[in-house]
């Protein structure tokens, strides 16, 4: 296989605000609201990723027809929903390695020595012989052995690598087993974890002062260390009867439960003007209101395995 980057799969001190005298920062005229470790809330949690052997050297047929839940137990249409199919060789990795790697957005390229890929179109399998290398035809069969390490599949919709995974599977090829046809069942334990949002401490951001700057952020939610290069998008959600403790036990679907959600992609630096954030219509975010729970996160979308925010806090209107 040839080297690309890993496939795979992708959860807050009262805020230092650099407005004073009404919010305003008089040598910028700009008013910031600081965000701090303080105001992060926290998580811990692994992936149970499923294992499935199978024979070596052989075309194995991969069917997701059975996948009608995805692996945070949402339904999902395995004709509709499905783009495509990729997988990704770690030869000196473990299965626990890997499920750790994905949960704590540690892979690197270098873990993998190989990534192909698969668009099953209207069908609901892919057979081994039908992956390939960015579209060009490769021995997949070939290298499809127990000695060439750990192999992650991904299921996901889209066709960008490591983006819009439903289901995460190992496939253990064995010299000893006779197995050629898989079928993938749905399996909702995959992702188990445990959310606190009440600990934090919230962070007040005044509607006449909605920029943002998280440049002294350094920690995770998980407690690993928060590269703020890789943040890529702002997440605002509203929630109009749920506290910040009974989102906890449902933090995997807050884009479901929420009432508003409202997103602004980052292209880089470390501050951000709220007031761009826009909903899936195209709706302007028009400021915290009073009512509710409102969350205001931040993720790595493009290159982080772990969708999970590595920044989520309560935020207090004022």
């Not at 052989?58 to 990729?86: N, Q, R, W, Y």
């Not at 069942?185 to 600990?199: A, K, R």
């Not at 959600?237 to 679907?253: C, K, P, R, S, V």
Request: a negative charge; hydrophobic letters at 40%.
């Amino acid at each position: 296989m040839s080297s690309i980057r890993p496939s795979a799969l992708s959860i807050a001190a009262l805020l230092g605000l650099g407005c004073l005298d009404g919010g305003k920062d008089d040598t910028a005229d700009v008013c910031t609201t600081m965000l701090t470790n303080a105001n992060n809330y926290s998580w811990t949690g692994e992936l149970n990723i499923p294992n499935y052997t199978t024979a070596e050297k052989e075309d194995i047929k991969l069917d997701f027809g059975a996948l009608t839940e995805d692996m945070l137990c949402h339904t999902m249409d395995p004709v509709a929903d499905v783009d495509s199919l990729g997988l990704t060789r770690f030869p000196r990795l473990t299965q626990s390695e890997i499920a750790t790697g994905l949960t704590n957005n540690s892979l690197l390229q270098a873990n993998t020595d190989g990534y192909v890929s698969c668009e099953p179109g209207d069908l609901t399998y892919c057979m081994l012989s039908d992956f390939t290398f960015g579209g060009t035809a490769y021995d997949v069969i070939g290298s499809y052995e127990a000695a060439g390490g750990a192999y992650l599949l991904s299921i996901s919709n889209g066709f960008d690598p490591g983006r819009g995974a439903l289901f995460l599977l190992f496939l253990d090829p064995q010299p000893t087993s006779t197995v050629t046809e898989i079928e993938i069942l749905p399996t909702c334990d995959i992702v188990d974890y445990v959310v606190d949002m009440e600990s934090l401490t919230p962070a007040v951001i005044p509607n006449d002062c909605l920029t943002i700057d998280w440049s002294g952020l350094t920690v995770s939610g998980n407690g690993e260390p928060l590269l703020t290069s890789k943040l890529d998008e702002v997440l605002i959600a509203h929630f109009g009867t749920l506290t910040a403790g009974e989102i906890d036990d449902q933090f995997t679907d807050i884009e479901l439960l929420a009432d508003e959600t409202y997103t602004l992609e980052l292209t880089g630096g470390t501050t951000a003007d709220l007031s761009g954030a826009v909903s899936a219509d195209g709706a302007a975010f028009g400021g915290f209101t009073a009512d509710g729970t409102w969350l205001l996160g931040l993720r790595c979308t493009a290159n982080c395995t772990n969708p999970a925010p590595m920044f989520m806090t309560v935020v207090v209107p004022s």
